[in-house]
């Protein structure tokens, strides 16, 4: 929200802060100043400050406030006329080609002159001919053989809006002569209302805050009102369908007033608060909703009317019916659904409640009655209609986050007084009330000591009851206990526990974040529980790192027809369910994924033309409805995606060769090491979406704790990616975190020189290198140290159905080098064993 500080001086006197200090002050209470714009007023002395400056400032001896005495014709341009200036010290003609003065052209001396805002030759101000904010300064110069070297100056050339449609005419009481910046200079704090603050979106709001840290007198505002028209009583009515959806609906009535400009300090504070002036009667409704907090919106009371078929109006809140539509006063048309809270007569709707009014029943030009709203709105229908609807609007941005119905009478009170004072009219009498849903205002008690266990501080119960009466809590202090009441204008006070921490927060927000002093904790640490799950999986991304791949973190919505992408065409598996999500951002966002696989397939897709090596893996759930179960199966998956080249090119290095499945599986080696897991085997097996022949699963052990092997290419075919083949593993977490460890052995580094020896042996086809490294570490016992297959052949010299597996073997003994009979010995044993239990032989 954008807050002028001459509009928080009407109610906390402000003027003897500096600038910068005031907005440090209402930042440490948790009014985030971003910005400070500066409407005239002088930035603070130094090159250092906390805030961002703009805008500009107004000289005393350059800009003043001016009369213009009469406005006399151009000798040269029709649409250019001279103005006999009078601004306090001497009289100057002055050129200007402002359209709002061209209706007093050549009428001779004025009978009240005009108040303006005059700029001196020097003085520097925006260029209001060109876009933006461009700087210029005035010096004298000849415009149609007319000398010029001063201005009467638009609201964009002062920097106050971007209007440039004419002049500024000031009220008939700004004193001529006074310096401008005096009159009307201002600064504007570009305000950051947080989600749980918006009680403080408002002048009044940000002035209890003021009020309440600076130990101010607060002025609250004058809500007398002088009713003199006909009651209102008989001339409307209203009826509320819900009171969850509407708890307060207050109506009020002003008749005989003029659709006129506001005075100009209501559209100036407008325009600086980022609102555009319209009539008196709009301002009225946007002025109080600025300065309280509380929207309101104001019909054509004899639109209403005719359209009850000469009959008073009965106002009806309800929820949208099948079909209906409304065009609002942004000119859209909206097609409505059965949730949303509509105000409507009994004619249709007329607005969509708490968000933006209908067309066809705002006032306009020819307005003379004014039928005006005020009332309170279900925050969380609201946010919902707000979502749906795509409609942003200051009153949504409010009523979205929680109004309380006691501003509704004030807020009415208060816009008919300002519509009255400044369009004229008369006030029926009376207000038609109705309020089936007030809210219970939370009355919360807590001790002192508490409060100062808390926070480390020594605070007295009747300083913290201070500080809470000065935010508008009812306190009574009963020794340590202080008991305090919520004031009815705060939604975010809550009862009991909760309650307590609220009120826990306001008295350090004014106390001071910056007083509560620094303690050493004065009891020890207690004993730190590791969240096992967490650490391993931060443990297993570390790995994964490490060897050389980068983590996704993908979507986990979906929909089922790119989960299907994963199988090849033919597939005829069961149906899968899936988890649907009842509001979702996007048909292609509708489900909850079942597949991880599915999602690495997708990103692999999506990335394959950016990069010539693609390593990726995922930890993430997938989410698998059970029958009769609430929520559903979540399970945490591992995800591991390698295509493309090994390495990517670099000089002097010839083109490097294309990832297989030996790269997959000495990362899913490596990982399992790293993860200290003993046990583990692989064996051939089947996937729909692998390539068969080149699948292999993953055990632990007996359990199967996932799969790895090349894409299926009929898979690989439903996805755009290029020629080199894709390999894909997936595999369980949890079934890797139960065989994790944690604690796990380790051996002092060898002192002894190693025995190295290569060992080749024929055996069947079916038999697997896994086997044959089983026995040959069998047969070695605790002196085989490492096995590692390095050669498979097969051909004639090894006979058809034979193959021929070499592999290097390293001895090493803990408190000797290793005899060459020793290591005979030992070899022997070796091979004896694999013939023995593989029928292998010796190859020759």
């Not at 066809?360 to 009655?369: A, L, M, P």
């Amino acid at each position: 929200m954008k807050l002028p500080l001459s509009w928080l001086n009407d109610y906390v006197d402000v003027d003897d802060l500096e600038i910068e200090a005031l907005a440090k002050l209402m930042t440490m209470v948790g009014l985030e100043v971003e910005e400070i714009r500066l409407v005239g007023r002088a930035k603070p002395p130094g090159d250092m400050h906390e805030f961002k400056y703009t805008g500009i400032s107004w000289p005393v001896d350059k800009f003043v406030v001016a009369q213009v005495d009469e406005v006399m014709p151009h000798p040269n341009a029709d649409r250019l006329v001279l103005c006999r200036v009078n601004d306090g010290t001497d009289e100057i003609i002055v050129l200007t080609g402002a359209p709002n003065l061209l209706e007093y052209k050549g009428i001779g001396p004025l009978g009240q002159p005009l108040k303006v805002a005059y700029a001196r030759e020097g003085a520097e101000l925006y260029d209001g001919h060109q876009p933006g904010r461009k700087l210029m300064k005035l010096k004298k110069m000849k415009i149609r053989g007319v000398e010029s070297s001063s201005m009467i100056c638009s609201e964009k050339e002062l920097g106050i809006s971007d209007a440039h449609g004419g002049v500024i005419i000031l009220d008939d009481d700004a004193p001529t002569g006074m310096p401008l910046v005096d009159y009307m200079g201002d600064a504007v704090f570009d305000v950051n209302t947080l989600p749980n603050m918006v009680r403080d979106a408002s002048v009044l709001g940000m002035a209890r805050e003021v009020a309440a840290v600076t130990c101010r007198e607060l002025r609250e505002p004058d809500v007398s009102l002088e009713m003199d028209g006909p009651a209102i009583e008989g001339r409307a009515d209203i009826q509320i369908t819900d009171p969850e959806l509407n708890p307060r609906f207050v109506l009020g009535l002003i008749e005989g007033i003029t659709t006129k400009p506001s005075p100009y300090w209501v559209q100036r504070r407008l325009n600086l608060a980022g609102m555009r002036p319209i009539n008196c009667i709009v301002d009225a409704t946007n002025y109080i909703m600025l300065e309280l907090g509380q929207p309101l919106h104001a019909f054509d009371y004899d639109i209403l009317v005719e359209r009850a078929g000469g009959k008073p109006p009965t106002i009806i809140t309800r929820t949208a019916e099948v079909g209906e539509t409304l065009t609002t006063l942004d000119g859209v048309t909206h097609s409505l659904d059965r949730e949303m809270e509509l105000v409507t007569d009994t004619a249709g709707p007329l607005s969509i409640a708490g968000v933006m009014g209908g067309e066809e029943s705002e006032v306009n030009g020819e307005t003379t009655d004014v039928l005006l709203e005020g009332a309170a709105w279900n925050f969380i229908n609201v946010r919902k209609t707000v979502s749906k609807l795509k409609i942003n609007s200051e009153a949504a941005y409010r009523f979205s986050r929680g109004v309380h119905p006691a501003l509704a009478e004030i807020g009415v009170r208060l816009a008919l007084k300002r519509m009255a004072e400044w369009g004229g009219g008369q006030v029926s009498q009376g207000l038609i009330d109705l309020y089936p849903n007030p809210p219970e205002d939370p009355v919360v008690v807590f001790s002192a000591s508490w409060v100062n266990d808390s926070l480390g501080t020594n605070i007295q119960p009747e300083e913290m009851a201070d500080i809470l009466r000065r935010l508008a809590f009812e306190c009574h202090v009963d020794g340590e206990m202080i008991t305090a009441k919520t004031p009815p204008h705060r939604l975010d006070i809550n009862q009991g526990l909760v309650g307590r921490a609220d009120l826990l927060e306001e008295i350090s927000r004014i106390y001071g974040y910056d007083q509560i002093p620094s303690h050493r904790l004065n009891q020890p640490l207690p004993p730190q529980h590791v969240n096992h799950q967490l650490m391993m999986e931060e443990n297993l991304r570390d790995l994964l790192v490490n060897l050389g791949l980068q983590e996704l973190v993908a979507y986990r919505m979906t929909s089922p027809e790119r989960e299907e992408r994963r199988f090849p065409p033919e597939y005829d598996g069961p149906y899968e369910e899936y988890l649907e999500i009842q509001n979702p951002i996007t048909v292609e966002r509708r489900v909850m994924r079942r597949s991880i696989l599915a999602t690495m397939l997708e990103i692999l897709e999506y990335n394959s033309n950016l990069d010539r090596r693609l390593a990726f893996f995922e930890i993430g759930p997938v989410f698998h409805p059970v029958e009769g179960q609430l929520l559903p199966d979540e399970k945490v998956m591992l995800s591991i995606g390698l295509t493309g080249v090994r390495d990517l090119p670099s000089w002097g290095m010839d083109e490097p060769p294309v990832m297989d499945f030996y790269d997959l599986k000495g990362v899913v080696e490596g990982m399992l090491a790293g993860l200290h897991i003993e046990n583990v085997h692989y064996r051939a097996g089947e996937h729909p979406s692998l390539h068969p022949g080149k699948t292999a699963q993953i055990l632990i052990g007996d359990t199967v704790v996932g799969f790895m092997g090349e894409l299926h290419p009929l898979v690989k075919a439903n996805f755009e990616m290029g020629e080199a083949p894709v390999y894909v593993a997936e595999l369980e977490f949890l079934l890797l975190l139960a065989a994790a460890r944690t604690l796990f052995d380790v051996e002092a580094v060898p002192t002894f020189p190693p025995v190295l020896e290569d060992l080749a042996v024929v055996v069947d086809e079916a038999v697997t290198a896994a086997e044959v490294e089983a026995v040959i570490r069998k047969g070695g016992g605790n002196e085989l140290k490492k096995v590692q297959l390095f050669d498979i052949y097969r051909g004639a010299q090894v006979g058809d159905g034979k193959k021929s597996l070499a592999f290097n073997l390293t001895y090493i003994a803990p408190d000797r080098t290793l005899t060459d009979k020793e290591v005979s010995k030992l070899r022997k044993r070796i091979i004896d064993l694999l013939g023995k239990e593989l029928d292998a032989e010796l190859r020759s």
